[in-house]
């Protein structure tokens, strides 16, 4: 009887631990942008060098800047620099982009959207 209790509380332990890591990173909504040329440079002029410096770069201009392209959405969650930051940080963990994704980002002016999550976030080509 007591093996069975153990059990039963084990199941129920894991799947509320399981609950519990799907709803912290839950989607907390999208946005669509332009990476067009001004993206491609920093505030203070030099180009970026990295898809993630790019997507960063769209948004201070989106918040800080208000130079959006007429694609780009307003987020709710970019406005501030040190929100930008942790973005970026996001922005270059595995699986944020993809590889032909980073490529088309730094080599061109593409449209994407970006799924914002908890602890993560998703970039995919619209085009």
Partial sequence: MKTVR?????????????????????????????????????????????????VRQDRANVHRHIQTDEEDDIDDWFTTNAKRARFEQLLNKPGAMNNSTRSAILRGEPLIEVQVYRQSVKVRLLD
């Fill in 6 to 54: 153990t059990i039963a509380a084990g199941l129920a332990a894991a799947f509320l631990l399981g609950t519990s890591a799907v709803q912290a990173d839950q989607l907390l909504g999208t946005y669509v942008a332009r990476l067009s040329e001004k993206d491609h440079q920093a505030s203070d002029g030099y180009a970026l060098d990295s898809a993630a410096q790019v």
